[in-house]
T-cell receptor, first 112, second 112 residues
Framework: AQTVTQSQPEMSVQEAETVTLSCTYD???????LFWYKQPPSRQMILVIR??????QNATENRFSVNFQKAAKSFSLKISDSQLGDAAMYFCAYMVGSRLTFGEGTQLTVNP | NAGVTQTPKFQVLKTGQSMTLQCAQD?????MYWYRQDPGMGLRLIYYSASEGTTDKGEVPNGYNVSRLNKREFSLRLESAAPSQTSVYFC???????????FGDGTRLSIL
């Protein structure tokens, strides 16, 4: 079975600073997709960024970027110039076929 | 711009009562999903429907049934609610394989 591990239950960052959230996964598949979702207190699940496993180039979306290390099965999220609105629970997720598997989440606090 | 709509948003049940959670999407998506989210855990897949007319078990299907009523609607039924089913339930949909899932706002269900 595929598993996704987020080893940091909580992280904090100062406003305008950079923070990196860790994620590792376990799979025997070669074709899969990875995602980071953000869940603010409103409970919505908001897609932050996605990465195709067959692409070597790391995905970037404005202040959000990933460090995808396929051999190490690692998929970390870097948030640059952190803003108060970035405070949320962040979930790493792995998808193969129709099924999406989530990690347990990292609660990010942004300090003013 | 509705996206994925879940009803109700909140519900309290007594042990043994039955309940159907409704989900509808207006994006013409093919696949639909039901997840539950418990404190300190990521979302876990209950059931999914890869296409209209098909349903499959996910990671935690026991105690639940689903119906893919048509392409738009995918309902989740608890026949005899148990306190262990107290959770936040999310519905999601997706157009094509490997595309991100779009989530509803969740239903908070408490079973006494």
């Amino acid at each position: 079975a595929q598993t996704v591990t987020q080893s940091q239950p909580e992280m904090s960052v100062q406003e305008a600073e950079t923070v990196t959230l860790s994620c590792t996964y376990d799979t025997s598949e070669s074709d899969y997709y990875l995602f980071w979702y953000k869940q603010p207190p409103s409970r919505q699940m908001i897609l932050v960024i996605r990465q195709e496993a067959y692409k070597q180039q790391n995905a970037t979306e404005n202040r959000f970027s990933v460090n995808f290390q396929k051999a190490a099965k690692s998929f970390s999220l870097k948030i640059s110039d952190s803003q108060l609105g970035d405070a949320a629970m962040y979930f790493c997720a792995y998808m193969v076929g129709s099924r999406l598997t989530f990690g347990e989440g990292t609660q990010l606090t942004v300090n003013p | 711009n509705a996206g994925v709509t879940q009803t109700p948003k909140f519900q309290v049940l007594k042990t043994g009562q039955s309940m159907t959670l409704q989900c509808a999407q207006d994006m013409n998506h093919n696949s639909m999903y039901w997840y539950r989210q418990d404190p300190g855990m990521g979302l876990r897949l209950i059931y999914y429907s890869a296409s209209e007319g098909t349903t499959d078990k996910g990671e935690v299907p026991n105690g639940y049934n689903v119906s893919r009523l048509n392409k738009r609607e995918f309902s989740l039924r608890l026949e005899s609610a148990a306190p262990s089913q107290t959770s936040v339930y999310f519905c999601a949909s997706r157009l094509k394989p490997h595309q991100p899932q779009h989530f509803g706002d969740g239903t908070r269900l408490s079973i006494l």
